[in-house]
Nanobody, 123 residues
């Protein structure tokens, strides 16, 4: 499975961005997908996950109420709507496909990773 993430960019604090990640084939449609991020000098961290049919979601506490994950199984695409962005949200954002069908925050559960898309939030 190949994953192509897009939608990153430079935005001012308080602004919004929408990330997209398309999987190369239908294998991902029966699996949970997730978003992670890595800030400069920090470890990669979980952001959000969504189950195979959108019925389950998980969010990191730091993004709850501001970010929304969704997916379009027909397009093999997962989205991350990011609102009320702040400088602490700056980093490279990665999408991934999990081995399980339900949303999960465990990094070790993900076995396919896309390249990162950079998000920079200015103060």
């Amino acid at each position: 499975v190949q994953l192509q993430a897009s939608g990153g960019g430079l935005v001012q604090a308080g602004g919004s961005l929408r990330l997209s990640c398309q999987a190369s084939r239908r294998t991902a449609s029966n699996n949970a997908m997730g978003w992670f991020r890595q800030a400069p000098g920090k470890e990669r961290e979980f952001v959000a996950s969504i189950g195979w049919n959108g019925g389950s979601t998980k969010y990191a506490d730091s993004v709850k109420g501001r970010f929304t994950i969704s997916r379009d199984r027909a397009k093999d695409t997962v989205y991350l709507q990011m609102d009320s962005l702040n400088p602490e949200d700056t980093g490279d954002y990665y999408c991934a496909v999990a081995r399980t069908p339900v949303a999960t925050s465990s990094t070790s559960t993900y076995n396919y990773w896309g390249q990162g898309t950079q998000v920079t939030v200015s103060s």
